[in-house]
């Protein structure tokens, strides 16, 4: 990676660190605004957008930026450490999103409300289910020996390909919660839209550093 890299146009390097930057401060922006504005601890409901924003647009984020060649903050660290690193922030990630869905729950049953009635709540319980399985399987990768028979070239293909399918789930059911009764009720107008923008810039980054990181390989190859 690193050979390609350096064969890549200044210009190109550059814009690319940009972006990997932008992401990161975009991301952490977005947690602290739904932190802001939900004010966790106040009621019950209001730990559901806070975990949920924390695992998803969090550490999940940050676990998969760990691997950007151009704005990773642990570049410089082995690849196993990187690994490693990724893990524990997923293993935070699926945590949040584990106890943010009991708290929801848990609130509408409280409430006398139906659950999982929405795209939101829907895709909302698909995506933490995936994300449990995805981090469960992300395990092969840091002991290969459990998985006998994988290459661990394709180990890490068909995670890469999961988890970015994994990360575009998380990002949806964001997005989502944006268009809930809830949000809309507290955050309207431009104010809107900008928030908006956070967690579909943040999916674009993510699907152009996965999906370069496979060509760059591919090239090498040739």
């Known amino acids: 990676m690193s050979v390609y890299l350096e064969s890549e146009p200044k210009l190109y390097s550059y814009s690319r660190i940009v972006c990997g930057i932008f992401t990161h401060v975009l991301c952490a922006v977005f947690t602290g605004f739904i932190t802001v504005l939900t004010k966790p601890g106040t009621s019950l409901f209001s730990w559901h957008p806070f975990l949920m924003t924390l695992a998803f647009s969090f550490f999940m984020t940050e676990a998969i930026l760990l691997f950007n060649p151009y704005s990773s903050p642990v570049r410089k660290l082995k690849h196993k450490t990187k690994g490693r690193l990724h893990w524990i922030l997923q293993c935070l990630c699926v945590s949040c999103a584990t106890v943010g869905l009991i708290t929801i729950f848990y609130n509408k049953s409280l409430n006398g409300k139906p659950h999982f009635t929405s795209w939101h709540g829907l895709i909302g319980v698909i995506t933490v289910t995936v ?60 104010m809107w839209y900008l928030v908006a923008l956070c967690p579909t810039l943040c999916a674009l980054v993510i699907m152009s550093q996965v999906t370069n990181a496979y060509m760059a390989k591919k090239r090498q190859q040739y």
């Not at 661990?152 to 890469?160: D, G, V």
């Not at 994994?166 to 989502?176: A, E, I, P, Q, V």
């Open 131 to 190: 994300v449990v399985v995805q981090s469960l399987g992300g395990l092969s990768l840091l002991y290969p020996k459990l998985a006998k028979g994988w290459s661990l070239a394709k180990l890490k293909r068909y995670h890469a390909t999961s988890g970015l399918l994994t990360y575009l789930l998380g990002s949806t059911s964001l997005f989502l919660g944006l268009c809930s009764v809830w949000f809309s009720a507290s955050v309207s107008g431009y």
